[in-house]
């Protein structure tokens, strides 16, 4: 006999999109019914923290999204990977390394990175191979 489940109508206060990280977090937040302060310390980070993402639309650093990804299950943000810079873009994000740390990593420097990032750039040749040796590890 299959048991029905009782689909509960989404609180006021469920995103109506998951256009930031913090409507993002929210939205497993409610879905998993845990308070503000329960994921503030799963990402140790203050309670204050939580409120700013979710409600005043700040955002985290590049380092603390590998624990958000991990702990609602994937991504919280839309990149484009079809391009050298969405794919250096998308690595970072994974790992949480600043601009200035994958500059360090193919011997650059961090607005040479944005610069890639933002397709305003594309990497020399030499670079490129460097790069594609660096994401394929991932």
Wanted: glycine share 6%; hydrophobic share 35%; aromatic share 6%.
């Amino acid at each position: 006999k299959k048991l029905k489940m009782e689909t509960r109508p989404k609180s006021e206060f469920y995103p109506k999109e998951l256009k930031t990280i913090g409507d993002h977090i929210r939205a497993w937040r409610l879905d998993n019914r845990m308070l503000q302060a329960d994921i503030a310390k799963l990402l140790e980070v203050c309670e204050d923290t939580i409120v700013g993402w979710e409600m005043r639309n700040t955002n985290p650093t590049i380092r603390q999204i590998p624990s958000i990804a991990k702990m609602i299950g994937y991504m919280p943000v839309d990149i484009d990977k079809s391009t050298i810079g969405g794919c250096i873009k998308e690595y970072r994000h994974k790992l949480g390394l600043t601009t200035e740390q994958f500059g360090k990593l193919v011997s650059t420097h961090a607005t040479t990175v944005n610069a890639w990032e933002k397709g305003y750039h594309i990497p020399s040749k030499k670079t490129q191979i460097k790069i594609e040796s660096i994401l394929a590890k991932s």
